[in-house]
């Protein structure tokens, strides 16, 4: 696919994709909810650059993927099915077009259990350019967080934060430096406005 085109690659009626999927592979819960937007309602299969890639317009994640044919739509709840864990050693694989997608669960003794499921891609409206969206720097500041911590900051948000828009603003100094999340307080109109502030420190890179 041309890097520099405007828009992903219509999906085709008739065609078939085929991918490995796993666990990791469910993005369901980043792809929108919004009916109004339909085509942000599913995953979007790009084959060319072997990327899932899911969003709801605000937030937008790009996963590898080994995939063939052409490029394909999945429903975020088809998607959730499709990478259900199951037993350990199982490989799991989806053929899929605009009307289903054919689950194939190959067991660690070979035996193959295929199920059939249908969708609806009705949506004319191209996937998103979404290569458009993700930054591209000379030298793009790279820091490294414990994900545990930012959830704990994340959830006080959420909790005690601005219910209206749960911000939390990080401020980077370098990739050595701590870094800094300031959670904007829901307050009363008798209230002046606060903030709560947490510093974390980055975790070294291991030589």
């Known amino acids: ?70 490029n394909q739509l999945i429903h975020r709840d088809l998607l959730k099915a499709a990478c259900k864990p199951g037993k350990r050693g199982d490989l799991k694989t989806a053929t899929s077009t605009k009307e289903s997608i054919e689950i194939e669960t190959i067991g660690r003794d070979l035996e193959s259990v295929k199920q059939t499921l249908s969708q609806k891609v009705s949506s004319r409206e191209n996937y998103p350019a979404w290569r458009q969206v993700i930054p591209e720097q000379v030298k793009p500041l790279t820091i490294t967080l414990n994900a545990n911590y930012m959830k704990k900051i994340a959830e006080y948000a959420i909790k005690h934060g ?42 070294r890179a291991q030589a």
């Open 1 to 70: 696919m041309n890097e520099t085109s405007q828009a992903s690659a219509p999906v085709t009626a008739i065609a078939h994709t085929s991918a490995t999927l796993k666990p990791r592979h469910d993005l369901s819960a980043i792809c929108s909810r919004d009916e109004t937007r339909e085509v942000l309602n599913y995953a979007h299969i790009d084959v060319a650059s072997q990327q899932l890639i899911a969003t709801d317009g605000r937030i937008l994640c790009r996963l590898p993927i080994d995939a063939t044919g052409h």
């Open 162 to 203: 601005d219910k209206e828009t749960t911000r939390i603003v990080v401020s980077l100094t370098d990739n050595t430096s701590p870094a800094c999340f300031e959670v904007p307080m829901a307050y009363s109109s008798q209230e002046s406005s606060a903030s709560a502030h947490f510093v974390l420190m980055p975790i």
